[in-house]
Nanobody, 121 residues
Framework: QVQLVESGGGSVQAGGSLRLSCVVSGSITSISGMGWYRQAPGRQRELVAAITSGGSTVYADSVKGRFTISGDAKNTVYLQMNSLEVEDTAVYHC????????????????WGQGTLVTVSS
């Protein structure tokens, strides 16, 4: 079974940095793309950043210039978060789309359980 394993969350003061990691657990053949979403208390889940297997990236306007997504989008993705703001406090979820395993089964979307990022003033 394909799973996403996240790490790197924690608590930091405003202006600080954190790096999130997400690794695919299980055998896969291909992934179309990976990304990070976040959900703050009382708010809907929103896209933070994503990267395709071809290397194209997209960012939410609120994080442009502060966050950088990287990785091979084949089984690993990272999110470097700099100049963190209190408003960045949320549970961050890793996401993978169109995941194909060796038997040819495709998972349209796979989600990680989330890692908490808390930014204090």
């Amino acid at each position: 079974q394909v799973q996403l394993v996240e790490s790197g969350g924690g608590s930091v003061q405003a202006g600080g940095s954190l790096r999130l990691s997400c690794v695919v657990s299980g055998s896969i053949t291909s992934i179309s793309g990976m990304g990070w979403y976040r959900q703050a208390p009382g708010r809907q889940r929103e896209l933070v950043a994503a990267i395709t297997s071809g290397g194209s990236t997209v960012y939410a306007d609120s994080v442009k210039g502060r966050f950088t997504i990287s990785g091979d989008a084949k089984n690993t993705v990272y999110l470097q978060m700099n100049s963190l703001e209190v408003e960045d406090t949320a549970v961050y979820h890793c996401n993978a789309v169109r995941v194909v395993d060796p038997s040819g089964d495709m998972y349209l979307e796979v989600w990680g359980q989330g890692t908490l990022v808390t930014v204090s003033s």
